[in-house]
């Protein structure tokens, strides 16, 4: 069952290392690092399950529970909670607030994925019950996490699996600026012999699809010094 599932977590080790296990599981993985963040992709990206940790900054875990469980659009999107606090209230509270399993740090990600599958056959999630999945905008870009699919206004474009990693990731989170090792991060499990320059050969292959002019881009974007960033808005 391939899901899009969304990582909440502050720790950048630990959202790597869960993002490449929801990957090498066959589901597609966007990463937030904040509470407030997180609530944002909910809306923007409909995913099929969430990551939640508990202390995340900007709004808990625990309060991102509560917003989700009153929002009318999908009040049933399934969690499951990752804290290092393991004290029963704290447990208790993650339960009662919706939390659909809870696993304390340190854990075995062998053990949440397994807890992951079990939860996405629980709601009937996955893209075998949502095919109707809404893709990712940015500007005229298009991108369907499930379905693998890249349109640039409204034309198909073909991508290799680490340049649609890249796009996804990018895609997101529109007008970010994404540096060259962030975005080797999103091309693992699909390129292991990439290295950081190799980042700059995927970027222009991308801009060949999607740019009109690829010698003057203005949906894929340098930002000297720091990296690169796909625009939010139509060029």
Same mark, same amino acid.
């Given at each position: 069952?391939?899901?899009?599932?969304?990582?909440?977590?502050?720790?950048?080790? =630990?959202?790597?290392?869960?993002?490449?296990?929801?990957?090498?599981?066959?589901?597609?993985?966007?990463?937030?690092?904040?509470?407030?963040?997180?609530?944002?992709?909910?809306?923007?990206?409909?995913?099929?399950?969430?990551?939640?940790?508990?202390?995340?900054?900007?709004?808990?875990?625990?309060?991102?529970?509560?917003?989700?469980?009153?929002?009318?659009?999908?009040?049933?999107?399934?969690?499951?909670?990752?804290?290092?606090?393991?004290?029963?209230?704290?447990?208790?509270?993650?339960?009662?607030?919706?939390?659909?399993?809870?696993?304390?740090?340190?854990?075995?990600?062998?053990?949440?994925?397994?807890?992951?599958?079990?939860?996405?056959?629980? @709601?009937?999630?996955?893209?075998?019950?949502?095919?109707?999945?809404?893709?990712?905008?940015?500007?005229?870009?298009?991108?369907?996490?499930?379905?693998?699919?890249?349109?640039?206004?409204?034309?198909?474009?073909?991508?290799?699996?680490?340049?649609? =990693?890249?796009?996804?990731?990018?895609?997101?989170?529109?007008?970010?600026?994404?540096?060259?090792? =962030?975005?080797? =991060?999103?091309?693992? @499990?699909?390129?292991?012999?990439?290295?950081?320059?190799?980042?700059?050969?995927?970027?222009?292959?991308?801009?060949?699809?999607?740019?009109?002019?690829?010698?003057?881009?203005?949906?894929?974007?340098?930002?000297?010094?720091?990296?690169?960033?796909?625009?939010?808005?139509?060029?």
């Amino acid at each position: 069952m391939c899901a899009h599932v969304l990582v909440a977590e502050d720790d950048e080790k =630990q959202a790597e290392l869960i993002r490449r296990s929801l990957l090498a599981e066959g589901h597609t993985a966007t990463v937030v690092h904040d509470g407030a963040a997180a609530l944002d992709a909910v809306r923007r990206l409909r995913p099929d399950l969430l990551v939640l940790d508990l202390m995340l900054p900007v709004i808990d875990g625990f309060g991102v529970c509560r917003v989700l469980r009153a929002d009318a659009e999908d009040p049933d999107l399934p969690v499951v909670m990752l804290t290092a606090r393991s004290a029963e209230d704290d447990v208790l509270l993650g339960l009662e607030l919706g939390a659909d399993d809870y696993m304390t740090k340190p854990y075995s990600p062998r053990e949440l994925m397994a807890r992951i599958r079990t939860v996405l056959r629980r @709601g009937g999630r996955g893209a075998s019950a949502r095919e109707d999945d809404p893709v990712v905008r940015a500007g005229g870009l298009s991108v369907h996490p499930v379905r693998h699919e890249v349109r640039c206004d409204g034309v198909p474009v073909e991508c290799t699996p680490a340049e649609f =990693q890249i796009l996804l990731a990018m895609a997101a989170e529109p007008d970010r600026v994404f540096s060259r090792r =962030q975005l080797l =991060q999103c091309t693992r @499990g699909f390129d292991r012999s990439s290295t950081e320059r190799a980042v700059d050969v995927h970027i222009m292959n991308l801009r060949r699809k999607i740019e009109a002019d690829p010698r003057r881009p203005v949906r894929l974007v340098t930002v000297f010094g720091v990296g690169y960033k796909l625009s939010g808005g139509r060029p």
